[in-house]
Structures are given as C-alpha cells and as structure tokens.
C-alpha cells in the first residue's frame, strides 16, 4: 500500500510538472538580466583583490595587522578543512577570518538608530585554481555611499581603517 502511495505521488508530481506553463522567450531573456544585475550588485558589495604575499602569509600579515590596530579578533575557519571533511577531495586552501574595528559595530547601531544590520568582520583568504592569493571581504566603501547621514560616515570611517590595514598587503 505504502509503495502504491507514492507511486501516486509521484505520478502526480511528474504530471503537474508536464503542465506547468514554460517560461517565454521574453521571460527568460528578464530573468538572464535580473540574473545578470545580481551579479554585478554581489560584485560591487565585495572588494576582492590579489594579496602580494603567499597564503600563510597573508593570513598572518592580516592578524597580526589587526591585532597591532587594537581591532578584536575572532576564530581563524579552515574552510578547506571543512570542505574536506564535507568530501571534497580538491578544495583549496581558503581561511575565513573573524576580525573588525574596535567597536565598529556599536558605531554602526548607533550611527544607523538601530536599524542596521551589524556588520558580518569577516575575511577570507583564498587560492585561485592557478596559484594566485585572493581576499576578499565586505566593501565598505560602497555600503557608505548607499547610505545617509551619521551611518554613511560611519561606514566610510570604518573602511578607512580597514583601508590602512590592508594597505601594504593586497595590491
């Protein structure tokens, strides 16, 4: 009985699928653009850039530069570990970093009367299928000109800071 069920179920989902309308031409070409401007928004949301150094290094220019700036650090993720343990057998190294000006976030609460989001202190450090060092992390820069007032100058004093942080290591 239990398999007559969901032979049913099935035969009626298949069937619901064959009679779902498609899509037009003109729908599909709207949704390839509204695909295409989530992208481009996702691109100008984060600031990926090459590092000058080697990924150990990186990650540690990056602490220790934190740590120098009085900025709170939290845990080092080994997403490639992760990732592993997951199953996948080729994932690359890639650390994720918790770290974020001194008391970046409260400025933001403030600055935004509560309404907005803390901010994700986060970086990552990743290698490229060809060798090459990325970070990549929230662009600040662009999240202040999207805002007004005490929250756009906030936000663009934190990316300042973030700014000189990075300075000698990304290219």
Known sequence: MKKLVITLLACCSLSALAQAPQPSKEQLQQMMVAKQMQM????????LRYSRFGFDETVTA???????????LGDVHDVQAEMRTAGVKDARRMKALGLCPAGANERVIKAG????????????VFE???????????????????????????????AAEEDALYKGILE
């Open 113 to 124: 009367g509560g309404k907005a989001p803390p901010l994700p202190c986060r970086t990552t």
């Open 40 to 47: 481009q928004m996702m691109a100008t949301l984060y600031d």
């Open 128 to 158: 490229t299928a060809d060798g090459k060092i990325n970070v990549v992390r929230l662009n600040l820069h662009t999240l202040a000109k999207g805002m007004q007032g005490d929250l756009s100058r906030v936000l663009g004093e934190l």
């Open 62 to 72: 990056i602490r220790s530069g934190a740590e120098k700036r009085g900025w709170k």
